[in-house]
T-cell receptor
Framework: DAKTTQPNSMESNEEEPVHLPCNHSTISGTDYIHWYRQLPSQGPEYVIHGLTSNVNNRMASLAIAEDRKSSTLILHRATLRDAAVYYCILTGGRGSTLGRLYFGRGTQLTVWP | KAGVTQTPRYLIKTRGQQVTLSCSPISGHRSVSWYQQTPGQGLQFLFEYFSETQRNKGNFPGRFSGRQFSNSRSEMNVSTLELGDSALYLC???????????????FGQGTRLTVV
């Protein structure tokens, strides 16, 4: 499984933007970058994914470096509900079935009121 | 649409016993995957079932097994329980095929198993 590296923890104040980094220097050309998050006492939930271009959805934005060796998940205005563990995961592109995800340790995001 | 349903939510078992956990995937999803989550090891992949066949398997002992039924519902079984099997067991469902439509896996809330 291709590996990713994330900081163990990050903190933010409510309503401020949060930039969660992820390094994936061994990414292959067909790997998609997925982000999931796990709120306390819940299963992981999908946040966003992308291949090469930056992506936006209602939850977050994903900025992907030009060489694709790193990416950043951007929460534009953090809320208390965004406090969770965020996982950056590589999947094998369109050949991947998403049936096996490697989660790593993720980043614990703390949001202060 | 209804999400992934796992039953039971909580379970307490004694060492040496066996346990069966159940997962109902989202309608139309043919892939069901199981994960074990512990504070020490994090989220670890157990196995994946697709169309009633095990398609992928993680690095767990043979005491951990599973199956999938024709309606895509899945069960996992752990025999001869050990204290170290205490964990949150998560089930995820996805379309199971490759391609554009397969963009995310959906997780259930998990079954919290405590072995005493």
């Amino acid at each position: 499984d291709a590996k990713t590296t994330q900081p163990n923890s990050m903190e933010s104040n409510e309503e401020e933007p949060v930039h969660l980094p992820c390094n994936h220097s061994t990414i292959s050309g067909t790997d998609y970058i997925h982000w999931y998050r796990q709120l306390p006492s819940q299963g992981p939930e999908y946040v966003i994914h992308g291949l090469t271009s930056n992506v936006n959805n209602r939850m977050a934005s994903l900025a992907i470096a030009e060489d694709r060796k790193s990416s950043t998940l951007i929460l534009h205005r953090a809320t208390l509900r965004d406090a969770a563990v965020y996982y950056c995961i590589l999947t094998g592109g369109r050949g991947s079935t998403l049936g096996r995800l490697y989660f790593g340790r993720g980043t614990q995001l703390t949001v202060w009121p | 649409k209804a999400g992934v349903t796992q039953t039971p939510r909580y379970l307490i078992k004694t060492r040496g016993q066996q346990v069966t956990l159940s997962c109902s995937p989202i309608s139309g999803h043919r892939s069901v995957s199981w994960y074990q989550q512990t504070p020490g090891q994090g989220l670890q992949f157990l196995f994946e079932y697709f169309s009633e066949t095990q398609r992928n398997k993680g690095n767990f002992p043979g005491r951990f097994s599973g199956r999938q039924f024709s309606n895509s519902r899945s069960e996992m079984n752990v025999s001869t329980l050990e204290l170290g099997d205490s964990a949150l067991y998560l089930c995820a469902s996805s379309i199971g095929s490759t391609g554009r439509r397969n963009t995310e896996a959906f997780f259930g809330q998990g079954t919290r198993l405590t072995v005493v």
